[in-house]
């Protein structure tokens, strides 16, 4: 068994890791996303106003933000945090009423995975919305994330300022962000020491085993 470990370790030295470029919006820099009513792009004088009201009015227009195409690939899971604008003279506005869904659609616009979140309450202070999307087999390789909220009150002025997308990249064993042969080498010694820390689970299966060690070393080839 460290015959094969060691062998392993040898074999990945020459690859290489790779790092997750994914879209960030923000009322300053948003090339690439979209903001539209019903399929009407909003874009020009509305993200520059840096007021991106996503919610569904009671005449029913719904407003969405969709990113730019991003690459899926080798990411376990996606943490989405949008940072709400809201004016302290605001008195329409109620976070607590607010409910995002944050949708992941393929090229076609179809939605192929979603999560919706919720402000835990209303008096939360730096008026975050955070959604986590896990990965699963609908996952296209090419991707992109569209926001939506709703209950929010018809007249609300409240506004999505910034989006931060985050991805937990699968097999970073060491969290350092990007997958290679640091990973393979705490892997194989974690297995060597019989750990049982899910961090070092990466094909999900529940358990730390050689089939982890495999699993990252395709990731690796792969990548
Ligand atoms: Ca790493
Ligand atoms: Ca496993």
Known sequence: MKHILFFLVAFCSVSMAWGVNLPQFSGTNYEGWVYSRDDRELNSGNINGNLITLFTTGAGNQYTLTSPEFSTYGLDSLIVTTTWHITKD???FDLSKTELT???VDANGETMDSVKCMAP????????????????????KLARLRLVAWLADEWSCGA?????VEGVVGGDVNGDGEVGIADVTLLVNALLTESKD???DVNHDGEVSIADVTALVNLLLDS
């Open 102 to 104: 944050v949708a992941l």
């Open 198 to 200: 899910l961090r070092y």
């Open 90 to 92: 605001n008195q329409h």
């Open 160 to 164: 999505v300022r910034k989006v931060e």
């Open 121 to 140: 309450n209303k008096d939360q202070f730096n008026h975050k919305l955070v959604a986590r999307l896990g990965r699963n087999s609908n996952w296209p």
